[in-house]
C-alpha cells in the first residue's frame, strides 16, 4: 500500500543568501495520506500540524537525494527550467530514486519512498515495505505528465495550491485508497479522454 503521495517545488539558489545551503527552502505544494478509513475526524489541529511535518520531513528528504543525485551526476543542482507550453516533455529523462526511512519517525514501521524529479517539482510515494516499488515508479511516471498537462506546472506552484480538486481527482484514478495498480494503455487512454486531457508521451 502507497501511504502517501507529496508533491512539492524544489527550492531554487538564494540569491540573498539567507540559507545554509545556498537554497531556498522547499515547498510542500500538496500532500494526500491514505489508510484513514471514510468519515474518520480529520483530528485536532495539533495532529493536523503534526501530520504536515512529519510529510515536510519526508519532503526535505526527497529534496537531499534529488541535490545528491544531481550532484553526482554533474548536473546543475537548480531546478529545471520550466518548459514553454509547445515543448515536449521528456519524462523518460526525468531523474528519479529510491531510499527508505527507517521505524519511527515519521512512520511507525519502515517504508520506502520513490520519487522523480521534474521541471522545477518532486513527487514521490511512500509504500510500505514490501510494496511492488518498481509498479510504484512505473505509477509515478504515468502520474506525473498527467499532473503536468491538468495543473499546467509551468510556473511556481499557484495553480497546485488553487486546484487540490485536480491532483486529487488523479490520485483517485491512479491509486484508490492508496492501492497500486496494473494499468494498460487502454485504461490510460480512457483517462484521458475523461479528463479532456492530451498528454505527450
Known sequence: ???????????????????P????????????????????????????????EQLMAVARQVVSQCR?????????????????????????????GLFQLPPGDPFPEAVTVTWLSFLAFAFALVCDPGENLALAEITLRRLVPRLHTSLRLLGPGADVLLRPEAVDLLLERFLPHGQLLFLNESFLQALDRELGTRTPR
Open 1 to 19: 500500500m502507497v501511504r502517501a503521495f507529496l508533491l512539492l517545488a524544489l527550492g531554487g539558489p538564494d540569491p540573498a543568501g539567507h540559507a
Open 21 to 52: 545551503s545556498g537554497h531556498a527552502p522547499c515547498r510542500l505544494l500538496y500532500s494526500r495520506a491514505f489508510g484513514t478509513p471514510p468519515g474518520t475526524p480529520p483530528g485536532t489541529p495539533r495532529q493536523r500540524l503534526r501530520r504536515k
Open 68 to 96: 545528491l543525485l544531481q550532484s553526482s551526476s554533474g548536473r546543475p543542482s537548480s531546478p529545471q527550467l520550466p518548459l514553454l507550453p509547445d515543448e515536449p516533455i521528456a519524462l523518460q529523462y526525468a531523474p528519479g
